[in-house]
């Protein structure tokens, strides 16, 4: 299996453009979780799907991010309008989970700049 | 305070030395995770447990659910040994979330 992939590896925008980070889970793969990395704040998560229904946005900052998840394999976190505090790594996971928890994968992660 | 305290922050080490890094949560929990953060970013999972001792290679993390502790340790360390270890909890109350520490920055000097 590749593994959950990320696209792009890298980001670098300008304050006020949209940004759109996708990931594709591992295949057979029931969750999904989108985390934000940051020197100040560390790991974050964002928002969870499973089964691709959104479980958990609490971690969303606020009215700009959104993310979807349209298919079992594929999802989207989108910033519109981006600011320069968006800047950070933004890392998409997986996991199967039969019962309350599993095993998480973590993709390679998208280095976001917003200049 | 946070949910989840590692110590310590900063760790820096011999080759061959001994290493202990711990984790302590103040809510309930389902499991514990202890992840790998290499100087490229990448994070892998390295353990997931809810009692006891577990070991992969040289690596073994152990768990005390009543005191709410948890330790991974590092045999005959080694300068690849080298990344941050970060310590996450799957709360009883949405099991599914991640709460993570700090994180421990683990340097082997040869």
């Known amino acids: 299996d590749a593994g959950v992939i990320q696209s792009p590896r890298h980001e670098v925008t300008e304050m006020g453009q949209e940004v759109t980070l996708r990931c594709k889970p591992i295949?057979?793969?029931?969750?999904l979780f989108w985390y934000r990395q940051t020197m100040m704040r560390g790991l974050e998560l964002l928002i969870y799907?499973?089964?691709?229904?959104?479980?958990?946005d609490s971690g969303m900052p606020e009215d700009r991010f959104s993310a979807k998840m349209p298919n079992a394999s594929f999802s989207t976190l989108k910033i519109q309008p981006s600011e320069p505090r968006d800047s950070a790594v933004y890392f998409c996971?997986?996991?199967?989970?039969?019962?309350?928890?599993?095993?998480?994968?973590f993709g390679p992660g998208t280095r976001l700049t917003v200049l | 305070k946070n949910e989840v305290e590692q110590s310590p922050q900063n760790l820096t080490a011999q080759e061959g030395e001994f290493i202990t890094i711990n984790c302590s949560y103040s809510?309930?929990?389902?499991?514990l995770h202890w992840l790998q953060q290499h100087p490229g970013g990448g994070i892998v999972s390295l353990f997931m447990?809810?009692?006891g001792k577990k070991k992969h290679g040289r690596l073994i993390a152990t768990i005390n659910i009543q005191e709410k502790h948890s330790s991974l340790h590092i045999t005959a360390s080694h300068p690849r040994d080298s990344a941050v270890y970060i310590c996450?909890?799957?709360?009883?109350?949405?099991?599914?979330?991640?709460?993570f520490g700090q994180g421990t920055r683990l340097t082997i000097n040869p």
């Open positions: 996971a997986s996991s199967f989970s039969a019962g309350a928890f599993g095993e998480q994968f």
């Open positions: 295949s057979g793969h029931n969750s």
């Open positions: 447990l809810s009692s």
């Open positions: 809510v309930g929990i389902s499991a």
């Open positions: 996450a909890v799957s709360p009883i109350q949405g099991a599914q979330k991640l709460v």
């Open positions: 799907f499973n089964n691709n229904v959104p479980i958990d």
